[in-house]
C-alpha cells in the first residue's frame, strides 16, 4: 500500500490500524500519489487550536475522505480519520474499532485501578469504538481473571521451558521451531544445554528468593522429543527448582503425532497438571493443507489415550478462519470437540504471521473474509457458553484476520494461571531455552532479556544465554 504523510509522528499507530483492514499489506511511503495506484494520504495540521486530521484513500479506484478534529492531539483521532475512510472505501466492519492493542482486558483492568466508578464497556464503545459485543467480551474475561490476579503470590514467578521442535513444519507458523526431519541430531545436544541453563539459572538467589507458582512447556511441540528426554528434563526441573507451592504445570503435548503412551506416563509420573492437545481443526482436508501430519482420528485416539492415562485436565486450540474452511467446517471441529468436552478450549483466529510459509504464498490460499471469521468466533463462544465454559483470557496478535481475538475458554476452575499472568503482565515470567523471553515485573517496570532462537546458537552460546539473565537479576533487584 502506497502511503503518503504529511508528518510521520504516529506511523506506528497509523501502520496499526491500515493492517487492521489489510493484514498482508506491506507499507511504501511514497512523496507523491498516484491515480493508477491505490494510495492513502494522511495529513495533519494545527489550526485555530484544533488538531485537524485528514485522510484520503483512493482503492479500486473508490475515493474516500475523512477529516477528524480534537481539541486534544491524541493518536487515536488519527486512526479515526484514517479507520472512517477505509471503512467506506472497502465496506469492511472492524469489531474493535480502534482498538489495534494486543491487550484489551488489560486496558479494562487499568481503567479499573485509576477510576472508581467506571463503565468499561462504554469506555470500550466510546474511546476505541468497540462493537458492544467485544466490549462486553473483554469486561467478561476481565472478571473472569481478576480473583486469580489478585490472589496469585505476591513474590511468586513463572518458569517457561522451550523446546523448538515440532514433526513438520505448519503452514501459518512463523516460530523458530526446527522440523524434526532436519533437526533431529540438535535435540540431544540441545537437552543438555537447556538442563545446564536450568540448573545455574535455578542457583540465583533472584529464583531462590521467589514461589514458583507455574510451569510452562511450549515450543514448537514439547512432546517431540523422546520420552527419555523429556524425562531428563523433567527431572532437572523438580531437582533444581523448588515446585512445593507450584499451582500448575502446563505441558503442551501440541500435536497428536508426537503423542505416545510411553510419554504420557512419563508426563503422570512427574505430575503434570495440565497439556495441551492441539488438533487446530477436525477436517482432514484442511489438516492436510496446513501440513499437520495426523488426521482428525490420531487427534480423537490422543485425546482418549491421554484421559485413559489419567490427565484430568486437557486443552484443545482451534483456528478461526484457516485457510479454505468454511464456517460449516468450523462448526464441525465445534461439535466433534463439545462431545469431547475438553476442560479448556482456546479459540484463535487466523493470523498471517510474518515469515511463515503462508505469508510468503498468499496468493495460493483462499483465506475468509473478516465477517465470517468474526460469525465464527461467535458460533464458538455461543457453543462454548453452551458446555458452561468461560472465557479467562484473551489476546490479540498482529495480521489477524479481521483484527479479531484470540480467547482461552475453561470450566470454571480450570483457568490456565501462567496465560493470564503471562497476558496480563502481571508476573515475572523466567523463561529458559531456546527464543525464550524473560520478562521481569516490578510495580509498572518490565524489563526483558532474550534467549537466542537458532538451536545451534543457543547450544554453541549457553553460558552467554546463562550470564545475560544473571546480571538482569542482580539489576533488577537494585
Ligand atoms: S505445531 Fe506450533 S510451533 Fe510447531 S510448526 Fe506448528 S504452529 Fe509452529
Not at 485501578?113 to 462504554?122: L, Q, Y
Not at 474511546?127 to 459485543?133: G, P, Q
Not at 483470557?393 to 479481521?402: D, E, F, I, T
Request: glycine share 4%.
Amino acid at each position: 500500500m502506497k502511503v503518503i504523510v504529511n508528518n510521520l509522528n504516529e506511523e506506528y499507530a497509523l501502520r496499526e490500524i491500515i493492517n487492521a483492514y489489510f493484514p498482508k499489506s506491506k507499507i511504501e511511503y511514497v512523496l507523491k500519489k498516484s491515480d493508477s495506484e491505490d494510495y492513502i494520504e494522511v495529513s495533519y495540521s494545527l489550526c485555530n487550536d484544533k488538531h485537524v486530521f485528514v485522510c484520503e484513500a483512493s482503492l479500486n479506484n473508490k475515493k474516500c475522505k475523512s477529516q477528524n478534529e480534537v481539541s486534544e492531539y491524541n493518536k487515536n483521532a488519527l486512526k479515526k480519520a484514517v479507520s472512517d475512510t477505509l471503512k467506506s472505501a472497502t465496506g469492511i466492519h472492524l469489531p474493535w474499532g480502534l482498538l489495534t492493542g494486543i491487550r484489551p482486558s488489560k486496558i479494562i483492568r487499568e481503567l479499573k485501578e485509576s477510576v472508581k466508578e467506571c463503565d468499561p464497556v462504554s469506555y470500550l464503545t466510546k474511546v476505541y469504538e468497540a462493537d458492544e459485543s467485544k466490549a462486553i467480551l473483554a469486561a467478561e474475561v476481565e472478571n473472569n481473571e481478576s480473583q486469580y490476579i489478585k490472589t496469585r503470590y505476591k513474590d511468586g514467578i513463572s518458569l517457561y521451558i522451550g523446546i523448538p521442535f515440532c514433526p513438520s513444519r505448519c503452514l501459518y507458523c512463523s516460530f523458530t521451531s526446527q522440523s524434526l526431519a532436519f533437526s533431529n541430531k540438535l535435540t540431544e545436544p540441545y537437552v543438555e544445554a537447556l538442563k545446564k541453563e536450568m540448573h545455574e539459572i535455578s542457583k540465583t538467589p533472584y529464583i531462590k528468593s521467589r514461589k514458583i507458582e507455574t510451569v510452562y512447556f511450549g515450543g514448537g511441540t514439547p512432546s517431540a522429543l523422546s520420552s527419555t528426554q523429556i524425562d531428563d528434563i523433567l527431572n532437572t526441573l523438580f531437582r533444581f527448582f523448588d515446585l512445593s507451592v507450584a499451582k500448575e504445570i502446563t505441558f503442551e503435548a501440541g500435536r497428536p503425532d508426537t503423542i505416545s503412551k510411553e510419554k504420557l506416563d512419563v508426563l503422570q509420573k512427574y505430575g503434570i497438571t495440565r497439556i495441551c492437545i492441539n488438533p487446530q481443526t477436525l477436517n482432514d482436508s484442511t489438516l492436510k493443507l496446513i501440513g499437520r501430519r495426523h488426521s482428525a482420528d490420531d487427534f480423537i485416539s490422543s485425546y482418549n489415550l491421554a484421559r485413559q492415562c489419567g490427565f484430568t485436565h486437557i486443552n484443545c486450540d482451534i483456528i478461526a478462519g484457516l485457510p479454505g474452511e468454511t464456517e460449516s467446517e468450523f462448526a464441525n471441529t465445534l461439535s466433534t470437540l463439545k462431545n469431547l468436552n475438553p476442560e479448556s478450549i482456546t479459540v484463535h483466529t487466523m493470523s498471517i504471521k510474518h515469515g511463515s510459509y503462508l505469508d510468503m504464498n498468499y496468493d495460493m490460499y483462499s483465506l475468509a473474509a473478516a465477517s465470517t471469521v468474526n460469525n465464527m468466533l461467535d458460533m464458538a463462544y455461543d457453543t462454548l457458553k453452551s458446555m458452561e465454559k468461560i472465557p479467562y483470557y484473551m489476546y490479540r496478535q498482529k495480521n489477524m484476520l479481521g483484527n479479531l481475538e484470540n480467547i482461552g475458554y475453561c470450566t470454571p476452575g480450570h483457568e490456565c494461571l501462567y496465560n493470564i499472568y503471562i497476558m496480563e503482565e502481571v508476573q515475572s515470567i523466567i523463561a529458559l531455552g531456546g527464543g525464550g523471553s524473560t520478562k521481569l515485573v516490578k510495580d509498572d517496570m518490565i524489563e526483558r532479556v532474550f534467549n537466542v532462537k537458532e538451536v545451534s546458537e543457543y547450544i554453541n552460546r549457553i553460558d552467554e544465554m546463562i550470564s545475560r539473565k544473571k546480571q538482569l537479576f542482580e539489576a533488577f533487584e537494585f
